[in-house]
């Protein structure tokens, strides 16, 4: 979802803030589904399928929000809440059933929650560190790797390949996800350094 721009309100019951919102209460059916796909190789066209539906809800929110002028500051905070919420606890759902490394969602995780942590550092010090478009493509590529894990062709033991193919995914989303972030902590950076190094880095 796009930032706000200055003097948009706070304004939470948007229809655009309100799929947000259906998105993360409806979040655990997605985990349920994937844990339950342990017993078939922790593959399951129908976890994909709801996955791809919140894949289209968040496009839908945010494209609805522009076109109806209703982009908010809560809807700013909301979506990519929602992405976390959503990619995260799936990730952390296949990794539970053994359908992934943790290692790969750790670093993921570790990078999230270190961000979390820098904007509120930032925030204290009145340095604001906007979201990038980059940040899309980074969530694009989590839940590319989510989805590609549930297929049941690319889950077959059998086809090496393709499980490469989706380990491939998976690094690249983890690269993707750390190179935001440093990009993240050089802009918060940049703009401490202009506003006269009120609030760089972490300390």
């Given at each position: 979802?796009t930032?706000?721009a200055?003097?948009?309100?706070?304004?939470?019951?948007?229809?655009?803030?309100?799929?947000t919102?259906?998105r993360i209460?409806?979040?655990?059916?997605?985990?349920?589904l994937?844990?339950?796909?342990?017993?078939?190789?922790?593959?399951?066209w129908?976890?994909?399928?709801?996955?791809?539906?919140?894949?289209?809800?968040?496009?839908?929110?945010?494209?609805?929000?522009?076109?109806?002028?209703?982009v908010?500051?809560?809807?700013?905070?909301l979506?990519?809440?929602?992405?976390?919420?959503?990619?995260?606890?799936?990730?952390?759902?296949?990794?539970?059933?053994?359908?992934?490394?943790?290692?790969?969602?750790?670093?993921?995780?570790?990078?999230?929650?270190?961000?979390?942590?820098?904007r509120?550092?930032?925030?204290?010090?009145?340095v604001?560190?906007?979201?990038?478009?980059?940040?899309?493509?980074k969530?694009?590529?989590?839940?590319?790797?989510?989805?590609?894990?549930?297929?049941p062709?690319?889950?077959?033991?059998?086809?090496?390949?393709r499980?490469?193919?989706?380990?491939?995914?998976w690094w690249?989303?983890?690269?993707?996800?750390?190179?935001?972030?440093?990009?993240?902590?050089?802009d918060?950076r940049?703009?401490?350094?202009?506003?006269?190094?009120?609030?760089?880095?972490?300390?």
């Amino acid at each position: 979802m796009t930032a706000p721009a200055p003097g948009i309100g706070l304004g939470l019951a948007t229809p655009a803030n309100l799929i947000t919102l259906a998105r993360i209460g409806a979040s655990p059916v997605l985990f349920w589904l994937i844990l339950r796909a342990r017993d078939d190789g922790g593959a399951s066209w129908l976890a994909v399928a709801v996955a791809v539906v919140f894949a289209a809800s968040d496009a839908w929110d945010g494209h609805l929000a522009r076109n109806t002028g209703t982009v908010t500051r809560a809807g700013a905070f909301l979506d990519p809440l929602a992405d976390k919420v959503v990619v995260l606890g799936s990730m952390a759902s296949l990794a539970a059933i053994g359908r992934v490394s943790w290692v790969p969602v750790a670093l993921i995780a570790g990078r999230e929650a270190a961000m979390s942590g820098y904007r509120v550092h930032c925030a204290r010090r009145g340095v604001s560190v906007p979201a990038r478009r980059s940040a899309k493509w980074k969530v694009i590529l989590q839940g590319l790797a989510v989805i590609l894990t549930l297929v049941p062709p690319l889950a077959a033991e059998e086809s090496p390949a393709r499980e490469g193919f989706v380990l491939a995914v998976w690094w690249l989303a983890v690269a993707a996800t750390a190179v935001t972030g440093l990009l993240y902590l050089l802009d918060g950076r940049r703009t401490a350094a202009e506003r006269g190094g009120a609030g760089g880095g972490p300390r």
